[in-house]
């Protein structure tokens, strides 16, 4: 069949390469992709939000399945708009549809699910212009520190966690009367602030049955030892070594299956991948967050580790058929190390040449930010590439990519020495 991938950064590079070993696989596309997809896959010149273009590019090239990688999209309602058209609904979409993307699309929706469906959670109140006061009030009667979240998408940045009571009223004045983060600020759940260490567990569902894919840890902030500004991710590691036996049977118990029944039960349509982002509190599980996509770069360290052909599991999902696949996952670990521009996540320059990727023997290179330009390969975004290698254990496997990444070069290249330093 012909697949096409909404996307261009490193988790789309890595479903390309996953997708392309399928011997179910005959055309791939991605769009608008990168310069690694365009190694194993046909670049298309389009928005992942332009939907009637995407619909001609599915028509044109005789597509039956799409994947899509980032949330925007989804939240936006792609899966719906190729279900109400009869010229596409015939593919199968990977994503859940409108509905269930608000799990992702808003904070409040995702916090009244999982108090509805008994999911633990940090307790929390949502606030608006009209109860800021309460909103003072409500902060009041918290310890520090203080977690304020914009409702809305806000591309990664909306989430501020503040000492001060002073500053924190202060910053949910601007984000609710100021719009600090435009509309994704017009309401703001404020939540109490839970202590531990984060990972993330990753199922796929077709909306009745679900399968859980291995843990990783991923590593937000820009600078070693976990300091500064947060980043998309910098860095990731698979399996997560303190995500014991009893551990994932808490989370599968206690958060997956309820997760799942709860949208059965509240009617939100869900075929795609449920990223739950968690925080181990003492020695049990609480979800931070959803997502209902897959993570970048925690994809670069999950895919890498799944043996199962992801096309046959993709039509498992299209078909409600999940129950009958069997996940095999690679006993290796993964780990990935993320190459930025200088300067990310504040204001970096593009258009510098990547050199010495062909050096690089025993890594694999997902490029993200990076596309083809007069014959070579440059930067254009702040992540630029993944390096992601397998070891037996993770020492070994970050020791690979570490020494790989000693071959590539570009003009102000960073990145993080320390990934797994807290493991
Ligand atoms: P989110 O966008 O909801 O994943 O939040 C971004 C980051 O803020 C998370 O990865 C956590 O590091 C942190 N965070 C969010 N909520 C809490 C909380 N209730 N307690 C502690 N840290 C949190
Ligand atoms: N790495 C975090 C995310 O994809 O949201």
């Known amino acids: 069949m012909n697949i096409l991938i909404l996307g261009?950064?490193?988790?789309?590079?890595?479903?390309?390469?996953?997708?392309?070993?399928?011997?179910?696989?005959?055309?791939?596309?991605?769009?608008?992709?990168?310069?690694?997809?365009?190694?194993?896959?046909?670049?298309?010149?389009?928005?992942?939000?332009?939907?009637?273009?995407?619909?001609?590019?599915?028509?044109?090239?005789?597509?039956?399945?799409?994947?899509?990688?980032?949330?925007?999209?989804?939240?936006?309602?792609?899966?719906?708009?190729?279900?109400?058209?009869?010229?596409?609904?015939?593919?199968?979409?990977?994503?859940?549809?409108?509905?269930?993307?608000?799990?992702?699309?808003?904070?409040?929706?995702?916090?009244?699910?999982?108090?509805?469906?008994?999911i633990p959670t940090a307790a929390y109140k949502s606030f608006n212009a009209s109860n800021v006061e309460a909103g003072y009030a409500f902060l009041e009667t918290l310890n520090p520190p203080y977690v304020l979240k914009a409702d809305g998408l806000a591309a990664g940045k909306g989430v501020l966690i503040l000492n001060d009571l002073n500053e924190a009223k202060t910053e949910l004045k601007s984000m609710l009367i100021d719009a600090k983060f435009g509309e994704a600020s017009t309401k703001v759940v404020i939540e109490e602030f839970l202590d531990g260490i984060e990972l993330s567990c990753f199922v796929l569902t077709d909306g009745k049955n679900y399968k859980i894919l291995p843990t990783a840890k991923d590593y937000k902030r820009i600078g070693e030892g976990d300091t500064g500004l947060n980043t998309g991710g910098m860095g990731a590691v698979s399996p997560v070594p303190f995500a014991t036996n009893d551990f994932l049977n808490k989370i599968e118990e206690r958060i997956v299956k309820p997760t799942i029944e709860g949208l059965k039960k509240d009617n939100l349509p869900y075929k795609g991948f449920?990223?739950?982002?968690?925080?181990?509190?003492?020695?049990?599980?609480?979800?931070?967050?959803?997502?209902?996509?897959?993570?970048?770069?925690?994809?670069?360290?999950?895919?890498?580790?799944?043996?199962?052909?992801?096309?046959?599991?993709?039509?498992?999902?299209?078909?409600?058929?999940?129950?009958?696949?069997?996940?095999?996952?690679?006993?290796?670990?993964?780990t990935t190390v993320m190459l930025v521009s200088g300067g990310y996540p504040e204001a970096y320059e593009k258009g510098k040449e990547i050199t010495g990727l062909e050096y690089i023997t025993d890594s694999i290179p997902f490029h993200a930010g990076a596309i083809n330009k007069d014959g070579k390969v440059v930067t254009s975004g702040g992540r630029v590439m993944a390096i992601t290698s397998y070891g037996d254990t993770y020492e070994e496997a970050i020791k690979k990519s570490y020494q790989n990444i000693e071959k590539l070069h570009f003009d102000k290249m960073n990145y993080r020495k320390d990934i797994g330093f807290d493991l």
């Open 274 to 334: 449920v990223f739950i982002g968690l925080i181990k509190v003492g020695n049990d599980p609480k979800v931070i967050e959803y997502n209902v996509r897959m993570g970048d770069p925690e994809t670069e360290v999950v895919l890498p580790r799944l043996k199962t052909d992801l096309v046959e599991i993709f039509q498992a999902i299209a078909n409600q058929t999940l129950d009958k696949v069997e996940i095999v996952i690679d006993e290796r670990t993964a």
């Open 8 to 118: 261009s950064g490193g988790r789309e590079h890595t479903f390309a390469w996953k997708l392309s070993q399928s011997p179910l696989c005959k055309s791939l596309f991605v769009a608008p992709g990168n310069s690694g997809t365009s190694q194993i896959a046909i670049n298309l010149d389009l928005k992942v939000t332009d939907f009637q273009a995407i619909k001609k590019a599915v028509l044109k090239n005789e597509i039956t399945m799409v994947v899509v990688g980032p949330e925007d999209p989804l939240v936006q309602g792609v899966h719906d708009f190729f279900l109400n058209d009869n010229a596409i609904k015939h593919v199968s979409v990977i994503g859940p549809q409108k509905a269930a993307a608000e799990l992702e699309g808003s904070k409040e929706f995702a916090k009244e699910f999982m108090y509805r469906h008994n």
